[in-house]
């Protein structure tokens, strides 16, 4: 169920806590640390080096599903930057090995129900893994070159955004072969209950990351793709303006509207 309250920067960080403590992960992502007593968001985030209205963004759409952000230029690409790399790093190198190593404790591994539900389950993790992998190989650098004020130049955020979808088909597959067929004795029952519980946990988790790419990092990196096309234009009128000579005719308004046209056409 989501919380309806919007918080603000100065809310209480713990009050964010205890009314869903499922963002003490984002708190690791973004890289805030716990003992910060009863001070407010902003005032964690200022002495963790994190951007309060960024992290606002994400917890807001996290906990209530708001991405009416006012203002896509306040929202900071180094945090998000920072905060998908960490995710990613908890998602590969702990949530996906906890899971199977549950679900190895809680199978008979002699049995080939048990053998086609590791498989279903190394599939998913396998394909996770590779959808992530190619994040940080072709999107996060790009990203990270774009805050540098230097893009690469065989890539946009487009390419990413037409190719970014959810891999959760085996997921699902292996929930449902679980729940239809799970042991009846007591023991591995009550062992897989709680391997689906933390499953589920698991889709839920990936379901919201995926949705933060889609609709906060997507939309910031656009905007700032847009914005150093725009400096880059105003820096091609300046730099002719500049090396007119003065004896000579002066660019008129309407020329200036004609390089800016040209320069944007060339650029869609």
């Known amino acids: 169920m989501k919380n309806q309250k919007m918080y603000e ?23 805030i640390n716990l003992g910060f007593g009863d001070k407010t968001v902003e005032e964690v ?7 309060t209205y960024t992290f606002l963004a994400v917890v807001n759409y996290a906990m209530n599903g708001y991405k009416e952000y006012d203002n896509a230029e306040r929202l900071s690409l180094s945090t998000l930057l920072h905060y998908l790399k960490a995710s990613h790093a908890y998602y590969i190198d702990f949530q996906l090995p906890f899971i199977r190593k549950e679900l190895v404790e809680a199978l008979d591994e002699n049995d080939n129900l048990a053998r086609l539900i590791l498989k279903l389950y190394d599939e998913y993790a396998h394909s996770i893994i590779n959808h992530m992998k ?22 946009n955020i487009e390419t990413f955004s037409k190719h970014h979808v959810q891999v959760d088909q085996k997921l699902r597959e292996l929930k449902n072969i679980i729940i239809k067929y799970l042991p009846s004795d007591g023991l591995h029952n009550n062992q897989l209950s709680a391997t689906l519980y933390d499953i589920y946990n698991n889709e839920e988790w990936l ?4 949705e ?9 990196v656009r905007n700032a793709e847009r914005k150093l096309k725009q400096n880059d234009v105003s820096a091609k009128i300046s730099n002719m303006i500049s090396q007119t000579p003065q004896n000579d005719e002066q660019l008129s308004d309407r020329e200036k509207d004609v390089i800016v046209a040209l320069d944007r056409k060339s650029v869609v």
């Open 45 to 51: 985030c200022a002495e963790q080096g994190v951007d």
């Open 212 to 220: 933060v790419e889609e609709e906060i990092f997507i939309p910031a």
């Open 207 to 210: 379901r919201h990351h995926s």
């Open 9 to 31: 920067a100065d809310d209480k960080m713990i009050s964010i806590i205890r009314d869903n403590y499922n963002i003490l992960q984002s708190l690791g992502s973004f890289g």
């Open 134 to 155: 190619y994040e940080e190989k072709s999107v996060f650098p790009y990203v990270q070159s774009l805050i540098e004020g230097n893009p690469l130049a065989d890539f």
